[in-house]
């Protein structure tokens, strides 16, 4: 069966989508919050911003899944690039000024996300199978390292270059131009087969079902989404307030990203279903471990060491997360029939969690705002990933599935 570990061009196509999405992420995502943060020096803001776009996400994902599954799902895939499209437009637009409508901006952003990744999720499910799964999720690790490394590392020196933020206009405006590809290249992809009627309460089901292995899932993505709720703004801002330099956050990015580029290379061809607990735990572990040097100083170094140790250890903690998660859509026709509903629930899941280590984190910096206290919270949420493998461990034994 060694075809089915390759990659067709439905694949191909669906992970040249992904690359233009990241692609335009990493050279406008990774300082968006710079950009906020320069206007208002404040983390509560960064940490709203994030929960309003957490809050849409997931809201956006339960009301899009009838769309998804009963009408045209590539619609509403090309929607979302649509509208991250819009919300970097309106981001020029109003500029600095950007502070003042934080909850408007990161609810567009959060259905821009929520409409793209639900339409990206059920195409991904559909065109992978468990053999090609793993395979699949290497490549879009090793294409989010690549654009990870370019992305950033121009659009930092070209802030650094130009005076006032005329460089984070051209970035802004090019991300632009990015996703307008990215919907012409979704008309490349098949359209896909409709599914039956949607089941609203399908999630809130499978919770209550004591035999459903979904409940250990839903558990490990919340846990899983405690650190990404956090990590996913706070790490790029510390290296910008540490180094005052938009060129320093492109370095760093490009540095990170060059370690994950092999890393996820590595796991991609070598990381195989068998490996998936130990290897999960492993990874755990160690992204606990690599936060450590920032008790004594937390500098442009040890967040650097921070970075390269997170690009190396977490293909071994998020391969087994993503392709254990969808291996269970496909345990029976009954899941593969409701997959639209289970990836709803996957990611109401992902943003319990985010939205739980989000608000920890605004709630803690209230009261006290030190580096020390930033610190001490991100070694706490940053073990969230070693309860997520407690939770979801025994569905990473090759051969479980439902009530097995």
Do not use: H
Not at 301 to 319: E, K, N, Q, R, S
Not at 327 to 349: F, H
């Amino acid at each position: 069966m060694k075809s089915s570990a390759r990659l067709n061009r439905q694949t191909i196509l669906l992970l040249a989508v992904n690359g233009l999405i990241v692609l335009s992420g990493a050279l406008s995502g990774t300082f968006l919050n710079v950009y906020l943060w320069k206007s208002k020096q404040d983390y509560a803001m960064i940490g709203w911003f994030t929960v309003a776009q957490q809050l849409a996400v997931g809201l956006t994902f339960w009301l899009a899944g009838k769309w998804v599954k009963e009408y045209n799902k590539m619609n509403a895939l090309r929607l979302g690039i649509g509208l991250t499209g819009l919300f970097y437009l309106l981001v020029l637009w109003v500029g600095e000024k950007a502070i003042y409508y934080i909850w408007p901006l990161g609810i567009l952003l959060g259905i821009a996300i929520g409409l793209f990744w639900i339409a990206f999720n059920v195409v991904y499910f559909e065109v992978t199978d468990p053999e090609n799964r793993d395979l699949f999720n290497g490549w879009v690790g090793l294409l989010g390292s690549i654009t990870g490394i370019v992305g950033p590392w121009f659009s930092g020196l070209l802030i650094s270059m130009l005076k006032g933020d005329r460089g984070y206009r051209i970035i802004f405006t090019t991300s632009l131009i990015i996703y307008a590809l990215g919907v012409v290249l979704s008309f490349f992809l098949k359209k896909r087969k409709k599914g039956g009627a949607y089941d609203w309460l399908e999630p809130v089901k499978q919770l209550k079902d004591k035999g459903s292995p979904w409940r250990l899932m839903a558990s490990g993505l919340a846990a899983q989404g405690i650190r990404e709720g956090v990590f996913a703004f706070l790490i790029n801002l510390l290296v910008f307030v540490a180094t005052k330099q938009e060129s320093k956050l492109g370095q760093f990015s490009l540095i990170t990203s060059a370690v994950s580029l092999a890393t996820y290379w590595l796991a991609g061809k070598w990381f195989k279903p068998a490996y998936r607990s130990a290897g999960m735990l492993v990874g755990a572990l160690l992204l606990w471990v690599v936060m450590v040097p920032l008790i004594w100083k937390v500098s442009y170094f040890t967040l650097l060491l921070l970075g390269v140790g997170t690009a190396i250890f977490m293909p071994l903690y998020i391969l087994p997360m993503v392709s254990s998660g969808f291996d269970l859509m496909g345990t029976s026709n009954e899941n593969v029939e409701k997959r639209v509903e289970l990836v709803v629930l996957r990611e109401l899941s992902l943003m319990v969690g985010r939205l739980l280590g989000t608000l920890i984190f605004i709630i803690v910096l209230s009261f006290s705002k030190d580096q020390s206290t930033i610190t001490v919270l991100m070694l706490v949420l940053g073990a969230s990933p070693i309860i997520s493998w407690v939770c979801v461990r025994r569905l990473l034994k090759p051969g479980k599935s439902a009530g097995t």
